[in-house]
């Protein structure tokens, strides 16, 4: 793991904590919030506070996230909106945590500025017992204060102002002064400088959760289903009607359709198709020349085609049938028909513009691992996990290929890759008769 540490694709964009005064902060608030310390005197943090080398120190990689269901935080810098989210266990918290970031970043930063800020995604569900318990996880709120309680006690202080204000005769009232006085020693003058978080309400009804080997919910859609990637048979009873496993590719394939999720990249819009399925061939190859023990250092064109022409009938089927759709867009070969069972199928497909894209390409690319890109950008979890067991040489080439093409444009990627973050807001085109092949997608009506 040291060579992806070494370019930036694993722990990157942690936010170093070195001061002795964040450190302190930081203690104050682990202790609040676990009721532990570290001994280390600079470490790195997460979007939510997390430590890689604390949890390494302490042994529990679990120290901000007790049972795995309700994501503790600690905030010493609004600057963690940037930082990645480790070992998380559901899908939804990277995005609420830098929401309720980003929608109280003024009041985060003065706060910040001398205290930490702790908190907690509360749901409730405390414990998941079965994995029928995550139906009950509906509604997240985000709790946080300082460690000093800065936030508590200005709403308090608050509440006594307005009763000060409306009460008759308050101005007798000298234990309500009293009261406010000493209030206002904590928090300041909060009239000219409020201190108030916004604790939005965040609703999720599609997400993923590393709980129970890895479980895709699909929640408000008009055909809800689940997608185990154990097998379903050890779920046990579940409150839908279509509970999936991902050796069931013709269900899935199914279930993605009748909900209108995917769309085949060689007529997804404003999409190099040629390229990103050429793109998909090379990560393919790499996986099969590895595995025979083949030379894969070179990233070259040229060098690559040799080595294709050198496994020969050793090519793996997802590469044989890419390399006929390729054929196909580029106008030069017949129409192929890869159905869902095929190898190849989920690997020309990517998720349409809706709100649960995300968690779309990330099931997609459960079920094509060799594209390894599109693992690393939608599944870095299963990424790191599988990328410990390659054969050195491919952990090489598939380091040397993330560094050069992804990390320099992440963003241009991933348009690249899913189309822009916004569906554009205008209607498609309208297609002529003859366009109807390409409409059904590469491997014709998906089988019933």
């Known amino acids: ?260 999720l995917v769309e085949p990249i060689v007529t997804a819009k404003g999409a190099d198709a040629v390229t990103i399925l050429r793109q998909k061939m090379d990560f393919i190859l790499v996986d099969a020349a590895a595995t025979l023990g083949q030379d894969v250092a070179a990233r070259d064109r040229h060098e690559l085609r040799r080595l294709a022409r050198a496994l020969g009938s050793a090519l793996p089927d997802e590469f044989n049938a890419l390399a006929d759709l390729v054929r196909w867009a580029e106008g030069g070969g017949g129409w192929p028909r890869i159905t869902s069972d095929h190898p190849a199928y989920f690997y020309t497909l990517r998720a349409r513009p809706h709100p649960d894209r995300d968690i779309v390409n990330q099931l997609l690319s459960e079920l094509s691992r060799k594209d390894v890109r599109q693992l690393f950008i939608c599944h870095k979890q299963l990424f790191y996990r599988l990328y410990a067991d390659w054969p050195d040489k491919k952990k090489s080439f598939v380091a040397d290929f993330l560094e050069a093409e992804y990390q320099m444009d992440k963003a241009g990627a991933r348009a690249a890759l899913f189309g822009s973050a916004e569906p554009e807001m205008q209607e498609p085109p309208v297609r002529e008769p003859e366009d109807m092949i390409p409409l059904v997608g590469p491997w014709g009506a998906v089988r019933r």
Not at 9 to 23: K, R, T, Y
Not at 80 to 109: D, G, V, W, Y
């Open 1 to 260: 793991m040291m060579r992806l540490i070494e370019k930036g694709l694993m722990f990157g964009n942690l936010i170093p904590i070195a001061s002795p005064a964040l450190v302190e902060r930081y203690n104050r608030a682990m202790e609040k919030l676990t009721g532990r310390k570290t001994a280390l005197t600079d470490f790195h943090v997460d979007i939510s506070g997390f430590s890689p080398e604390i949890a390494d120190e302490l042994d529990d990689w679990l120290y901000l996230n007790p049972n795995g269901c309700n994501r503790q935080f600690i905030l010493l810098t609004t600057e963690q909106k940037t930082a990645p989210l480790l070992n998380a266990m559901f899908s939804m918290s990277r995005s609420i945590l830098r929401q309720f970031i980003e929608a109280n970043e003024a009041q985060l930063f003065a706060l910040t500025a001398r205290d930490a800020v702790l908190g907690e995604l509360e749901n409730s569900v405390f414990e998941l017992s079965s994995p029928a318990r995550l139906f009950d996880i509906r509604r997240i709120t985000v709790q946080a204060d300082t460690t000093r309680g800065h936030v508590a006690h200005a709403e308090d202080l608050h509440d006594k102002i307005e009763r000060f204000r409306h009460t008759p005769d308050a101005w007798w009232d000298d234990v309500l002064i009293a009261e406010m006085i000493g209030l206002a020693k904590q928090t300041g003058d909060i009239t000219r400088n409020p201190i108030r978080l916004q604790h939005p309400d965040f609703t999720q009804a599609t997400y993923w959760t590393a709980h129970f080997g890895g479980l895709y919910l699909f929640r408000d859609l008009p055909t809800p289903g689940v997608i185990s990637v154990p097998p379903k048979a050890g779920l046990g009873p579940m409150p839908v009607d279509v509970v999936l496993d991902l050796e069931d590719r013709n269900g899935i394939a199914r279930f993605l359709e009748v909900n209108d």
